[in-house]
Nanobody, 124 residues
Framework: QVQLVESGGGLVQAGDSLRLSCAAS????????MGWFRQAPGKEREFVAA????????YYADSVKGRFTISRDNARNLVYLQMSSLKPEDTAVYYC?????????????????WGQGTQVTVSS
């Protein structure tokens, strides 16, 4: 079992930056792909970014490519999502997710563990 706790959300203005963190605990000795997803009001949860266990492979949704950066610190069991040039359409609850394995996963159904989410609101 892995427990995930997100932090770092908040209210920002368009164009601002924000960094989300995800702290993992529990069975963290195994290799996990980590991902970020988001869900806006009235919309389905969507993929944002993912990083492989080694950190060497990352993948982004087209909507955030070039603005968001995912990274991880395995020694501290932390995953980050650095968000820049934020837009009002980035407003959503952001979820951290984990899936055991060495490769990268981009589909919600591939992930076994989820955090509770952190709210990001971008005002225009």
């Amino acid at each position: 079992q892995v427990q995930l706790v997100e932090s770092g959300g908040g209210l920002v203005q368009a164009g601002d930056s924000l960094r989300l963190s995800c702290a993992a605990s529990g069975r963290t000795s195994a290799a996990y792909c980590m991902g970020w997803f988001r869900q806006a009001p009235g919309k389905e949860r969507e993929f944002v970014a993912a990083v492989s266990w080694s950190g060497g492979t990352t993948y982004y949704a087209d909507s955030v490519k070039g603005r968001f950066t995912i990274s991880r610190d395995n020694a501290r069991n932390l995953v980050y999502l650095q968000m820049s040039s934020l837009k009002p359409e980035d407003t959503a609850v952001y979820y951290c997710a984990a899936r055991a394995g060495l490769v990268i996963y981009t589909t919600m159904g591939d992930y076994n563990y989820w955090g509770q989410g952190t709210q990001v609101t971008v005002s225009s």
